[in-house]
């Protein structure tokens, strides 16, 4: 049995260096400030026990970790909603990477909720430890199969009051979900195929259970992003990846990966999930994932959503590099190597009505279903053995070139734009530009700018009793939509 014991210990912030990705360094930010919405950003270093699953056969040994936990959290308990938002931060970079928190943020805020960042894997320690040895140096993870029991003690943690002194000031939170994007999207995957969910909620219970399913649960629900059970490397993270930054730069190995999970096991399709999980994945995922979607589902035992978003591709949508210059120690007017991504200002919206759904799926109110996005799959398609390359196979597209199926939002469904793959060399991550309509095209299609704005309220009000839009955000996003139209110029 594992042990989830955790030993909580806060990081002296200093006054002139926030604690690196808190929105409080960045330039921009995609949400109000943490201190105007009675925010505010800690971080602690949280240690351990945890497994070392270092070959499939060998029994697991022990070692010690110590890691970091952001935390951006309400001052008040009055203001605390008591959810907690557990998000495995991205390592694909080579540095911690919050792809959930800048697009969420705004919505988790409004909500009252509150979001715990955690450092996962070797890699982005020793990115830490080199960027500032005196607060970090103290951090290690000897080995990244660590991370499943790491995971289990954190979220084991937000059971006690204040979630072990993660959440200071906090009653102990009702409900917690664990949210990972990408590689820490796939990472969550292989926690629930490979049943750490049920062990880590046996230990949470004392190795008996109680009885009360749902209170014996180490965390309530999973939202799985922008991660395809298709895609060959997944979340078998003791698999000795050489290179960390630059096999997720190209995601194009140039040899077979070790210990590469076939294509076709069960455990890259998620199955008989012990609380609800919804995968929500770009346009881009949606074509690797075509091999193993699985129904949804509503049946104890086996909650289930696969939630997919045309027009849209794998890079996270608000938050720009540029907008963290201050934590890559730049100065204004410098730039960085890697471009912005692209911004995705339609979608949030999305992402805010599946958290909603979400939570209230853990109280037993189930959420809408969705299409999948439709593909045309060529009869002699060869599937690529290592789960990298899926060229050939194409979205069924409306007149506009957007995909059909899949979530709807006013983006795709009254377009000002096409939003489209940029030809490249890349199989994964691949570049996507928005190509404006000029006045005429908009003109043309929806009779100028005053009958758009009416088309939008309709549309948007069409999206609320759908599910795909929530009420408090339906002026916000009409504003955003019909801010796009093209000018005159």
Same mark, same amino acid.
């Given at each position: 049995?594992?042990?989830?014991?955790?030993?909580?210990?806060?990081?002296?912030?200093?006054?002139?260096?926030?604690?690196?990705?808190?929105?409080?360094?960045?330039?921009?930010?995609?949400?109000?400030?943490?201190?105007?919405?009675?925010?505010?950003?800690?971080?602690?270093?949280?240690?351990?026990?945890?497994?070392?699953?270092?070959?499939?056969?060998?029994?697991?040994?022990?070692?010690?970790?110590?890691?970091?936990?952001?935390?951006?959290?309400?001052?008040?308990?009055?203001?605390?909603?008591?959810?907690?938002?557990?998000?495995?931060?991205?390592?694909?970079?080579?540095?911690?990477?919050?792809?959930?928190?800048?697009?969420?943020?705004?919505?988790?805020?409004?909500?009252?909720?509150?979001?715990?960042?955690?450092?996962?894997?070797?890699?982005?320690?020793?990115?830490?430890?080199?960027?500032?040895?005196?607060?970090?140096?103290?951090?290690?993870?000897?080995?990244?199969?660590?991370?499943?029991?790491?995971?289990?003690?954190?979220?084991?943690?937000?059971?006690?009051?204040?979630?072990?002194?993660?959440?200071?000031?906090?009653?102990?939170?009702?409900?917690?979900?664990?949210?990972?994007?990408?590689?820490?999207?796939?990472?969550?995957?292989?926690?629930?195929?490979?049943?750490?969910?049920?062990?880590?909620?046996?230990?949470?219970?004392?190795?008996?259970?109680?009885?009360?399913?749902?209170?014996?649960?180490?965390?309530?629900?999973?939202?799985?992003?922008?991660?395809?059970?298709?895609?060959?490397?997944?979340?078998?993270?003791?698999?000795?990846?050489?290179?960390?930054?630059?096999?997720?730069?190209?995601?194009?190995?140039?040899?077979?990966?070790?210990?590469?999970?076939?294509?076709?096991?069960?455990?890259?399709?998620?199955?008989?999930?012990?609380?609800?999980?919804?995968?929500?994945?770009?346009?881009?995922?949606?074509?690797?994932?075509?091999?193993?979607?699985?129904?949804?589902?509503?049946?104890?035992?086996?909650?289930?959503?696969?939630?997919?978003?045309?027009?849209? /591709?794998? *890079?996270?949508?608000?938050?720009?590099?540029?907008? @963290? $210059?201050?934590?890559?120690?730049? %100065?204004? !007017?410098?730039? &960085?190597?890697?471009?912005?991504?692209?911004?995705?200002?339609?979608?949030?919206?999305?992402?805010?009505?599946?958290?909603?759904?979400?939570?209230?799926?853990?109280?037993?109110?189930?959420?809408?279903?969705?299409?999948?996005?439709?593909?045309?799959?060529?009869?002699?398609?060869?599937?690529?053995?290592?789960?990298?390359?899926?060229?050939?196979?194409?979205?069924?597209?409306?007149?506009?070139?957007?995909?059909?199926?899949?979530?709807?939002?006013?983006?795709?469904?009254?377009?000002?734009?096409?939003?489209?793959?940029?030809?490249?060399?890349?199989?994964?991550?691949?570049?996507?530009?928005?190509?404006?309509?000029?006045?005429?095209?908009?003109?043309?299609?929806? /009779?100028? *700018?005053?009958?758009?704005?009416?088309?939008?309220? @309709? $549309?948007?009000?069409?999206?609320? %009793?759908? !599910?795909?839009? &929530?009420?408090?955000?339906?002026?916000?996003?009409?504003?955003?939509?019909?801010?796009?139209?093209?000018?005159?110029?």
């Amino acid at each position: 049995m594992p042990k989830l014991n955790l030993l909580v210990e806060e990081i002296a912030q200093l006054a002139d260096r926030p604690p690196f990705l808190s929105p409080d360094g960045w330039d921009t930010l995609t949400h109000p400030s943490l201190a105007s919405a009675g925010y505010r950003s800690r971080e602690y270093r949280v240690s351990g026990e945890a497994r070392v699953f270092r070959t499939p056969d060998a029994i697991p040994s022990s070692e010690r970790y110590a890691t970091r936990v952001l935390v951006i959290a309400p001052e008040r308990d009055a203001d605390f909603s008591g959810v907690v938002h557990i998000e495995l931060l991205n390592p694909s970079s080579g540095s911690d990477f919050p792809m959930f928190w800048p697009d969420a943020g705004f919505h988790l805020m409004a909500r009252g909720d509150a979001y715990l960042g955690v450092t996962c894997k070797s890699v982005t320690i020793a990115d830490l430890r080199s960027r500032d040895p005196e607060r970090y140096r103290s951090l290690l993870i000897p080995h990244d199969s660590m991370i499943w029991d790491l995971l289990g003690s954190v979220a084991g943690a937000t059971h006690q009051e204040e979630a072990g002194g993660m959440l200071l000031g906090l009653r102990a939170p009702s409900r917690r979900f664990a949210t990972g994007w990408s590689q820490s999207g796939s990472f969550l995957r292989s926690y629930l195929s490979e049943r750490f969910h049920e062990e880590h909620s046996s230990a949470l219970a004392g190795g008996v259970p109680n009885g009360d399913e749902a209170q014996s649960q180490i965390i309530d629900g999973y939202l799985i992003g922008v991660s395809s059970g298709g895609f060959g490397p997944m979340g078998y993270v003791e698999i000795d990846r050489d290179g960390e930054m630059e096999l997720d730069t190209s995601f194009t190995p140039t040899e077979s990966l070790p210990g590469l999970i076939a294509l076709d096991d069960h455990r890259r399709t998620i199955s008989r999930p012990p609380v609800p999980v919804i995968e929500y994945l770009s346009e881009d995922e949606a074509v690797q994932h075509l091999w193993h979607q699985r129904p949804d589902s509503d049946l104890p035992g086996d909650q289930y959503r696969c939630y997919q978003v045309p027009a849209r /591709g794998h *890079e996270t949508g608000l938050l720009t590099t540029s907008a @963290r $210059r201050s934590e890559n120690g730049l %100065s204004d !007017g410098e730039d &960085l190597d890697s471009e912005d991504p692209p911004r995705h200002d339609g979608s949030q919206w999305l992402i805010a009505a599946t958290i909603t759904h979400l939570v209230l799926w853990s109280e037993g109110t189930p959420p809408p279903r969705a299409d999948p996005i439709p593909f045309d799959v060529p009869k002699a398609l060869t599937r690529d053995t290592l789960g990298v390359d899926y060229t050939g196979i194409v979205p069924v597209h409306d007149e506009t070139g957007h995909a059909m199926g899949g979530l709807r939002y006013l983006e795709i469904e009254l377009p000002l734009a096409r939003m489209q793959v940029v030809p490249s060399q890349r199989h994964i991550m691949r570049p996507w530009e928005h190509v404006p309509f000029t006045r005429a095209e908009a003109d043309a299609r929806y /009779g100028g *700018e005053a009958a758009y704005a009416q088309l939008a309220r @309709r $549309r948007a009000a069409q999206l609320v %009793s759908q !599910g795909w839009l &929530l009420p408090e955000h339906t002026e916000l996003a009409i504003r955003a939509a019909c801010e796009k139209y093209p000018s005159h110029t």
